[in-house]
């Protein structure tokens, strides 16, 4: 998922694949989910149907000219209204008409995904489908709209309207076998290896360009001019890199993310109910073809909450299975349902020449009514940092990895103050507050627990914060806590039991069931270096308070539907809040288990073993490291070895194979000589080679400083380093 080759985009939302139901005998569960279905079918289908035209349509944005020269700005402009919607439609001025860049006629094929329609509302994970080039996809799509006007409407009369209930007729009457329809979908095709919709820029706006200062001084081409929609930032190629967005920092291509996505779409092809990955900002372009009909909810917590339970109590047996099932993006239910929830809902009918903006948390959805190609992107400004950081926690959750570190991310903001508002420097002073107090708490507690910080004898390479490129993403990959996969960007815990593995602070009883005097905390930043940023944006702030006229800065106060609720902000941190494990109860189990059987540890049964693992207790012991007592020359020796393999990416003999040449923990005179004969003896000499590329790509700890990259970090001078 986290992978790149060849200097290719890195693809880390590819969506996680889970067991698809098979064209063989159901298992009783699947049975029990297509009963379901039918049942939800049987208490849905009378009104919905008829209902689904009573939606409120979302609200539809006319731009002139003008405005439409910064899309961040008229987007800013727009959002107190736009955001009570979740989504919004923008029309551009007259005069736009962008040519469509794909190659009709290429012989490269794309994949598509086999949507069975009828079944959307069980989530069952979609199957690979045909392979197309262009020209034959656009046949088939044709088809399958002609085959369905002559058998449904041979008279005429298939207006968009009619489609519409027809589509969410299929969806929820599928259960029951009355109407059997398959999509076969060509969503997330990478432009960078296929096409975009867009001309690309040759002044460097775009993912792979130069960089933007110099283009900053070289004048905006006359709109509607050939030019113009090479360099215009709403050409999905540039929006991600225009001045104010934050994900201009990322240097580094994530399909989807900063590269835009290519959508070919066919008769009732459906992108099912989602938000995006880290909260996000999403823009999508219609380039040609039949219209898409989207679905939004508005992204404050309570709706957002609301959508997720109503999809949980219409898919119980499923989410048993699942609980995450949400992130896959395989499950479409009708808006109806939501109405009846009190959820509010908006609809929008998407025609090619326009603009879908969805704005952070907002759930959306929708189908085609036909063949087209569309294509899509993620942006933010710096008012998204607090829903990045809600995303962040729900992560941490589901134990599902981020796209980019938004630790990384938002410290990297600080270096660009000139670039926010007073609005967003709030958040932004809220957000680092929360995270240098967290640090701060668990770093202390930790430490009085037994966990010995080895700071001062190993030498980490500072974290990059000017921007995020190739080798500090690759870095943060390899350094994911074990148990919620937050990727671990200020300190991380260690142990001697198995240099594969680290934790956040949080998770450190997750970790493995060594003893705590076995663990090690490692810190990448220290929190004086952590509270200079924050007092460094607090200057920026109170400058900017200073030259903004007092009725000027009451209107900027408040969260101007940037930030998420007041409700959702922390008063106060509670450590032991932080440091019990997160996880949802189902997903947590099946993970301990899994872990009791890797370790050996369930002779006794699975859920016994995982039971007891979850009742031991890491309090500081006898053989702890006392406060002012240095590391042995053999530990010293062994956590520089941890260096090179904590995080390993090596296949799993060679980690077996470098862990047993490593060898148990060293031991030590005195109070901690007892310990280290029960761990294997006292070992003051390791025989360690490793080949040069070995050494350059060990782990976390060691890659970046064994290949040379450490004095780039150097480099960048103190603004550039935490």
Not at 256 to 280: A, I, Q, R
Not at 401 to 424: G, M
Request: charged share 25%; glycine share 10%.
């Amino acid at each position: 998922m986290h992978g790149h080759n060849n200097g290719s985009p890195r693809s880390r939302r590819v969506r996680r694949k889970v067991g698809a139901m098979g064209e063989t005998a159901l298992t009783r569960d699947e049975q029990a989910m297509i009963q379901q279905a039918i049942e939800n079918s049987k208490l849905d289908t009378s009104t919905t149907t008829d209902q689904i035209g009573e939606i409120q349509v979302g609200p539809i944005f006319h731009p002139t000219v003008a405005e439409f020269a910064d899309p961040l700005a008229y987007i800013a402009k727009i959002r107190a209204e736009a955001e009570q919607y979740g989504i919004c439609k923008i029309v551009p001025p007259e005069g736009w008409n962008p040519p469509c860049m794909v190659d009709m006629n290429s012989s490269k094929r794309f994949e598509t995904k086999r949507q069975i329609v009828n079944r959307l509302q069980e989530g069952i994970t979609f199957e690979d489908g045909a392979m197309y080039d262009p020209h034959t996809y656009q046949m088939y799509a044709s088809e399958q709209t002609k085959k369905w006007q002559k058998e449904h409407y041979p008279d005429g009369g298939m207006t968009l309207e009619a489609l519409e209930r027809d589509y969410w007729g299929i969806v929820e009457t599928g259960g029951s076998g009355k109407v059997n329809f398959t999509a076969e979908y060509g969503n997330d095709i990478d432009c960078t290896n296929y096409w975009s919709g867009f001309p690309t820029s040759n002044r460097g706006r775009s993912m792979n360009g130069q960089d933007l200062e110099s283009e900053k001084k070289k004048p905006e081409p006359e709109f509607g001019t050939p030019q113009y929609y090479e360099e215009s930032w709403w050409n999905l190629n540039n929006i991600s890199n225009t001045p104010g967005s934050v994900l201009r920092h990322i240097k580094v291509p994530i399909n989807g993310v900063n590269v835009p996505w290519l959508y070919m779409g066919t008769l009732f092809s459906t992108f099912c109910w989602h938000n995006e990955d880290n909260y996000l900002y999403s823009i999508n372009y219609h380039h040609k073809g039949a219209p898409k009909q989207w679905y939004g909810v508005p992204g404050t917590k309570k709706d957002a909450d609301g959508l997720e339970k109503v999809f949980k109590n219409f898919l119980m047996q499923r989410m048993r299975e699942a609980p995450d099932l949400l992130h896959h993006i395989t499950t479409m239910f009708s808006p109806i349902l939501l109405s009846k929830a009190n959820i509010p809902v908006c609809k929008l009918a998407q025609f090619p020449g326009e603009f879908i903006v969805t704005f952070p948390r907002a759930f959306h959805g929708g189908f085609s009514y036909g063949p087209n190609i569309g294509e899509a992107v993620n942006f933010a400004t710096p008012d998204w940092i607090a829903h990045g950081a809600a995303a962040n926690e729900r992560y941490r959750i589901f134990g599902r990895p981020s796209v980019f570190s938004h630790d990384r991310l938002t410290f990297t903001i600080c270096q660009y103050l000139d670039e926010h508002s007073i609005e967003s420097c709030d958040l932004l002073m809220q957000e680092l507050s929360r995270v240098i107090q967290e640090e701060e708490m668990l770093r202390d507690r930790l430490e009085q627990n037994g966990i010995r910080n080895v700071t001062s004898q190993v030498t980490l390479p500072k974290n990059r914060v000017d921007k995020l490129d190739d080798v500090s993403a690759d870095y943060d990959d390899k350094r994911l806590c074990h148990t919620c996969k937050h990727i671990c960007f200020f300190s991380a815990i260690a142990c001697r039991c198995n240099q594969s593995r680290v934790s956040c602070l949080r998770h450190s009883n997750w970790l493995c069931s060594c003893h705590n005097s076995q663990k090690f905390l490692l810190t990448w930043a220290t929190t004086k270096e952590m509270r200079g940023v924050l007092d460094t944006v607090s200057q920026h702030h109170k400058q900017m308070c200073a030259e903004v006229p007092k009725e000027e800065e009451e209107e900027e106060e408040g969260w101007g539907g940037g930030g998420v609720e007041e409700d959702e902000q922390d008063e106060e941190l509670d450590v032991e809040d932080l440091i019990r494990p997160i996880d949802p109860p189902e997903f947590r189990e099946a993970k301990e288990a899994k872990d009791v059987k890797e370790e050996g540890e369930g002779s006794g049964g699975g859920q016994e073993a995982a039971a007891e693992k979850r009742k031991r207790d890491n309090l500081k012991a006898e053989g702890d490291w006392g406060e002012g007592e240095q590391l042995s020359l053999a530990q010293q020796n062994y956590v520089e070895r941890v260096k090179n393999y904590v995080v390993s990416v090596e296949p799993a003999a060679r980690r077996e194979e470098v862990q047993g040449t490593l060898g148990p923990w060293p031991g030590a005179q005195g109070a901690h000589g007892a310990q280290g004969a029960q761990g294997g003896g006292v070992q003051d000499t390791i025989d360690l080679t490793l080949d040069d590329d070995e050494k350059s790509g060990g782990g976390v700890l060691g890659g970046l400083g064994a290949n040379g990259v450490s004095s780039s970090y150097d480099a960048l001078g103190p603004t550039s380093k935490i």
